[in-house]
């Protein structure tokens, strides 16, 4: 029996508009061997870390409220270094949504590309921001956090112009009373992190 693909996950959100073009759900996954110094999300990079979800139910969720957003994000962590189960997912969203869907990678394309499953990623993805974050060269906006990350367009729904409208940050309030500050620049505000038993749990911000 062949097992079914999981993805280990930090934090889910339902509805951003500070993570790309419109209304989005972000999947913030858990695990990423950069270290890039000053990154947001110091919190992800640990691979023990995080909450291992299937691919399947993760789908399941983010289908379900399709009717309710326009896209889908994925950051990190690095999601690229969970290739095969991304694959999975993107394929999942493909097959049943018409679902936009935005990629965060510290990797370059050419990297991206060498990667095994990694065309099979770009080839799903409408957008890829790819890329280190190099603190030195740190302009935060249009969803790049420094100046040295590339925007590829990898299909025609977006263009440089959507991702000018994207606001810089925003400050989600969960239903627990936990404070998530995300977007590209985000201002320093504490964050009260949600209860470890919540699915996902955990607080990010992205690059």
Known sequence: MTAQPVLTI??????????????????????CTL????????ETHDPAGGTRVPV?????RLCGISSKIEGITVSGGEPLQQAFA???????????????????SGYTM??????????????????LIAGRYDRARRVARGLIASSNQTVHFLTRRYGPADLAEVPEAEVLIGPDGSVLVTGIDTPSLSVNHPSPSAPAGGAARNR
């Open 10 to 31: 930090h934090r889910i959100v339902d509805a951003s508009r500070a993570n790309g073009p419109g209304v989005r759900a972000v999947v913030w996954v858990q695990g």
């Open 35 to 42: 270290n890039c110094p000053g990154c947001a999300n110091p």
């Open 56 to 60: 399947a139910a993760l789908a399941e």
């Open 86 to 104: 991304l694959t999975a997912l993107l394929k999942e969203i493909r097959r049943h949504t018409r679902l936009s869907i935005l990629l965060f």
């Open 110 to 127: 050419e990297e991206i590309e060498a990667l095994n499953a990694g065309k099979e990623v770009l080839r799903l993805a409408d957008v």
